[in-house]
């Protein structure tokens, strides 16, 4: 078996098991919590009440400065940015 034949197939069983594995979740409702039940449209915060309670820096407290994110994510960016442009080119 080649290469290329061999991706192909990965792709498409990963690609299957990941559509099974969405299926799964949404058919048993897992990772749903009873007193944040919205429908389709939960997936926008503006729908939530009370989100900022969520939000709260009791609930999470960032270790670093905040520069130090925004750094990184710029890093990262560039990094990503450079890396299509490298692969674009061949």
Do not use: R
Request: hydrophobic share 50%.
């Amino acid at each position: 078996m080649n290469f290329k034949k061999a991706c192909k197939i990965l792709t498409i069983f990963v690609g299957v098991v990941s559509i099974v594995t969405a299926l799964y979740i949404m058919l048993k409702g897992l990772g749903l919590q009873e007193g944040l039940d919205f429908g389709a449209g939960a997936y926008y915060y503006a729908d939530i009440p009370e989100f900022q309670e969520y939000t709260e820096k009791t609930h999470f407290v960032a270790k670093l400065p905040f520069w130090v994110y925004v750094a990184l994510f710029l890093a990262w960016g560039a990094l990503m940015y450079w890396l299509w442009k490298y692969i674009d080119k061949k």
